[in-house]
């Protein structure tokens, strides 16, 4: 049973750059949630998506998007990169039901290193 | 709003028992949860207090009190493999999970 998958593992952009990032969840999960983690911190909620559609969305600017798929997997776009950004980006799917609420499995991340 | 302390670092020593202790300001959540994150890796899930009192689950044990907005991780037997990073994490209907910064723990010989 596949667990939570991101791609790319590594990532360089230069500031003004856009970026994509993917997910694909843990087999029969239908949830996704993004979070960014930076170095010695707590991840951070981005967004939640669920049948194809924000459910929630965390303290991030307009220029973080994201989609999720009907296969439920997800994208996470960054607009105008800053420096700012760089930082460890963590999916993390879930069922939503009341495991949901407090269980989630998360990907490895995406290293993302903006310059 | 919300938001979570715990110490950002503790040390202890291989077999011994160590405590994470965790204050929270919410003004509503469903239950706490830890988890644990090895450098590099993904955190993992480890426990969930939905209701006050003890949880044990293995060597891992957690406590919640909701009227001290107060919850701790106890590890027993600690082993080399224990040093990773801690997170106390509330959860609630909105089904996202806030974060604490983290306590950081190394095992010693």
């Known amino acids: 049973d596949a667990g939570v998958t991101q791609s790319p593992t590594h990532l360089i952009k230069t500031r003004g750059q856009q970026v994509t990032l993917r997910c694909s969840p843990k087999?029969?999960?239908?949830?996704v949630s993004w979070y960014q983690q930076a170095l010695g911190q707590g991840p951070q909620f981005i967004f939640q998506?669920?049948?194809?559609?924000?459910?929630q969305r965390g303290n991030f600017p307009d220029r973080f998007s994201g989609h999720q798929f009907p296969n439920y997997s997800s994208e996470l776009n960054v607009n105008a990169l800053l420096l700012g950004d760089s930082a460890l980006y963590l999916c993390?799917?879930?069922?939503?039901?009341?495991?949901?609420?407090?269980?989630?499995?998360f990907g490895p991340g995406t290293r993302l290193t903006v310059t | 709003g919300q938001s979570l302390e715990q110490p950002s670092e503790v040390t202890a020593v291989e077999g011994a028992i160590v405590q994470i202790n965790c204050t929270y300001q919410?003004?509503?959540?469903?239950?706490l949860s830890w988890y644990q994150q090895h450098d590099g890796g993904a955190p993992t899930f480890l426990s969930y207090?939905?209701?006050?009192g003890l949880e044990e689950t293995g060597r891992f044990s957690s406590f919640l009190s909701r009227s001290d907005s107060y919850g701790y991780l106890l590890l027993q037997e600690l082993q080399m493999k224990d040093s990773a990073s801690y997170f106390c994490?509330?959860?609630?209907?909105?089904?996202?999970?806030?974060f604490g910064s983290g306590t950081r723990l190394l095992v010693r010989p």
């Open positions: 993390a799917s879930s069922l939503l039901d009341s495991s949901g609420i407090y269980e989630q499995y």
């Open positions: 087999s029969g999960h239908d949830t």
């Open positions: 998506y669920y049948e194809e559609e924000e459910r």
């Open positions: 919410t003004s509503g959540f469903y239950g």
């Open positions: 207090n939905g209701l006050d």
């Open positions: 994490v509330l959860s609630g209907s909105s089904y996202k999970l806030i």
